[in-house]
C-alpha cells in the first residue's frame, strides 16, 4: 500500500486546507449543512462512534455522513480500544461514503479515560501499538489519527509519533494540550512543528486556532498541512472560507453583527427542533451562542443577558437589541474573541 495514502482535492487547489474538529453533539448532520451555506472546510471529521462489546454505529452520526449535502469528504472517528470490537465497527462502517476512519485518542472527560480510550490511551503506548496495527489492517483506505501532546505530560509523545509512523498513519490531527490541560492553558505549537517534521503524513494543527489570520500565523509557526478548528467555527461559521480567502490572497468576508442574528435564526431552525420543549431549545441555543457572544462585544453583556433569557421571546429580543437595534447591525463582528470573554466550560 502507498504509504501514506493523499488526502482528498481541497476545494481550492493552494489554499491553506481545512478540517472542522469533530465535536460531540456539535457537529452533527444539522451544524455540518450549516456549514455549506456559511463555508465549508475541506473536511469533516464526525462525532465519535463509541465502540464496545455491544455497540453499533450511532444512526444519527451515519445519518450525518450520508445526509450532509455539501460535497466535502466526511472522516468517521471511533472511540474505542477493543481490538475485536474495532475491527468489527470498521467492517459496519466500511459501505459508507468515508474519507477514512479517524480514531480519538484525545478525549479528557474522566469518564472516557478511565476506560482506556480517548486520551487514556495515550497512557499505554504497547496498547496504542496493537490498536494500529488492528486498524491499519482492517481499514481498507485511509487511516487517521487525532491525539493530544500526552495524557499528564508530553512524555510519551515521540514514541507515540514513531507509531504513527509504523503503522503508517494516513492524517495525523494534534490538539496541541496535555489530556490534564483538558482545554485550559498554553497550546504548545512548537510540539505540533516537532510532530510534522517527525511523521510523513500530513499533520493538522489543532487548539486555539481562532481565525482565518490566527490559522496562517500556526501554519507557519509549525509547518502543518492545515488548520483543524473546532469551537471557533461555532463562533465564527465563516471562518474555513475566511481560511481558505486570506491564505489566496483574496479579501475575505467580514461579517457584521447582521449577518450574526441572521445565524441566530439559522441556528434556531437547524439545530434545534420545533418539536422540542421550548426549554430545550434554549439551552441548546445557549451551548451555541456562548461561543457566537464571544465575539459581540468586550465586556460580554451580550452572554450575560442572553444566558439569562428563560423563553424564546425574550431570547430574541436580546438578540435584537445587542446585534441589530440602534444600528448594531452594521457594527463588525469581532474576528477574533474579545479577552475576558469567556465560554462556559466544554464537555469533550
Ligand atoms: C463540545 C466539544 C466536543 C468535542 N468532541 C470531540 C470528539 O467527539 N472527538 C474529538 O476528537 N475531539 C472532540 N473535541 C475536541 C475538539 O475536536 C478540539 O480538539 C478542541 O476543541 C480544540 O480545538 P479548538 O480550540 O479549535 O476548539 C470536542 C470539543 C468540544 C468543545
Same mark, same amino acid.
Given at each position: 500500500? %502507498? ?5 482528498? $482535492? ?8 481545512? +478540517? ?42 451515519? $445519518? ?16 474505542? %480500544? ?8 470498521? *467492517? ?31 497512557? #499505554?503506548?504497547?496498547?496504542? &501499538? ?22 499528564? $505530560? ?33 497550546? #504548545? ?22 481565525? +482565518?489570520?490566527?490559522?496562517? %500565523? ?40 447582521? &449577518? ?40 460580554? *453583556? ?6 439569562? /433569557? ?9 438578540? $435584537? ?7 448594531? %447591525?452594521?457594527?463588525?463582528?469581532? /474576528? ?13
Amino acid at each position: 500500500m %502507498e504509504s501514506p495514502l493523499p488526502l482528498p $482535492d481541497l476545494l481550492a487547489a493552494g489554499s491553506l486546507p481545512t +478540517a472542522l474538529a469533530p465535536m460531540q453533539d456539535v457537529t452533527d448532520l444539522a451544524f455540518m449543512r450549516l456549514l455549506g451555506k456559511y463555508g465549508v472546510p475541506d473536511y469533516f471529521f464526525t462525532e465519535y462512534f463509541r465502540v464496545h462489546e455491544h455497540s453499533t454505529p450511532e444512526v444519527h452520526i451515519v $445519518d450525518s455522513i450520508l445526509h450532509h449535502g455539501t460535497g466535502r469528504p466526511v472522516f468517521a472517528q471511533l472511540i474505542g %480500544e477493543n481490538l475485536v470490537h474495532l475491527k468489527r465497527t470498521v *467492517r459496519l462502517l466500511s459501505g459508507l461514503p468515508i474519507a477514512g476512519i479517524d480514531l480519538n485518542m484525545g478525549c479528557p472527560a474522566p469518564k472516557v479515560y478511565r476506560k482506556n480510550v480517548g486520551g487514556g490511551l495515550l497512557r #499505554d503506548p504497547g496498547r496504542v &501499538d496493537r490498536i494500529f496495527g488492528t486498524l491499519r489492517q482492517a481499514i481498507p483506505g485511509r487511516f487517521t489519527v487525532k491525539m493530544r501532546l500526552g495524557f499528564d $505530560d508530553k512524555e510519551p509523545f515521540e514514541e507515540i509519533l514513531e507509531l504513527v509512523r509504523k503503522h503508517q498513519v494516513d492524517c495525523l490531527s494534534i490538539h496541541g494540550r496535555t489530556v490534564k490541560q483538558m482545554y485550559r492553558g498554553e497550546v #504548545d505549537y512548537e510540539r505540533i512543528g516537532q510532530a510534522v517534521q517527525a511523521v510523513p503524513c500530513p499533520v493538522f494543527a489543532n487548539g486555539n486556532i481562532t481565525s +482565518a489570520a490566527k490559522a496562517m %500565523e500556526v501554519r507557519s509557526l509549525t509547518g502543518c498541512f492545515g488548520a483543524m478548528i473546532g469551537r471557533s467555527a461555532i463562533r465564527n461559521p465563516w471562518i474555513f472560507a475566511q481560511t481558505r480567502d486570506l491564505s489566496l490572497g483574496r479579501e475575505p468576508i467580514r461579517p457584521l453583527l447582521g &449577518d450574526v442574528r441572521n445565524y441566530v435564526d439559522d441556528l434556531w431552525s437547524v439545530i434545534t427542533r420545533e418539536d422540542c420543549l421550548e426549554r430545550h431549545r434554549l439551552n441548546r441555543m445557549k451551548k451555541f451562542l456562548n461561543f457566537v457572544g464571544q465575539g459581540v462585544d468586550d465586556e460580554g *453583556r451580550f452572554l450575560h443577558d442572553m444566558r439569562r /433569557a428563560r423563553e424564546a421571546e425574550e431570547f430574541f429580543a436580546v438578540c $435584537d437589541r445587542h446585534l441589530v437595534e440602534d444600528g448594531r %447591525e452594521r457594527e463588525p463582528f469581532a /474576528a477574533e474573541p474579545y479577552a475576558g470573554v469567556v465560554a462556559r466550560p466544554n464537555h469533550e
